[in-house]
């Protein structure tokens, strides 16, 4: 069976805003650590969560699906999903399955907090 390498940390730069610092790959098994993430950062009252995938390996379709879960829970709650750290490949993947429509995409964590500052929803930060 292979190695299980997924992680994640949820962290609070700022009031109502959390960041989810994901490591490893995303895939099927990776879903109750990020469900849990997600639990933990509402009930600490974040209404906007930053997925960081700097430190992400690989995602599968089972991780986009994970993603599109993560995103249909927030949106039933009114919160906004902003990810950054996306390499080029995954940029293009979010692109092509069109969930940088619904997740809002910037190139790194100062980015996606300056745009949040400035309020502005959408950006290629």
């Known amino acids: 069976m292979p190695e299980d390498t997924f992680t994640v940390e949820v962290r609070q730069p700022f009031d109502r805003v959390a960041v989810f610092d994901i490591v490893g790959d995303v895939n099927s098994g ?32 089972s991780g986009i699906g994970l993603l599109v879960t993560l995103l249909v829970r927030a949106q039933r709650r009114d919160q906004q999903l902003v990810a950054f750290g996306l390499d080029d490949h995954y ?24 745009a949040m500052r400035r309020g502005a929803g959408r950006g290629q930060g």
């Open 30 to 61: 990776s879903e109750s650590r990020l469900m849990d993430a997600y639990t933990t950062a509402t009930a600490a009252g974040a209404s906007t969560m930053l997925l960081n995938f700097e430190g992400m390996d690989y995602m599968n379709s």
């Open 91 to 114: 940029r293009e993947i979010f692109e092509l399955t069109r969930l940088d429509e619904a997740i809002t995409v910037h190139l790194d964590e100062a980015a996606a907090l300056e």
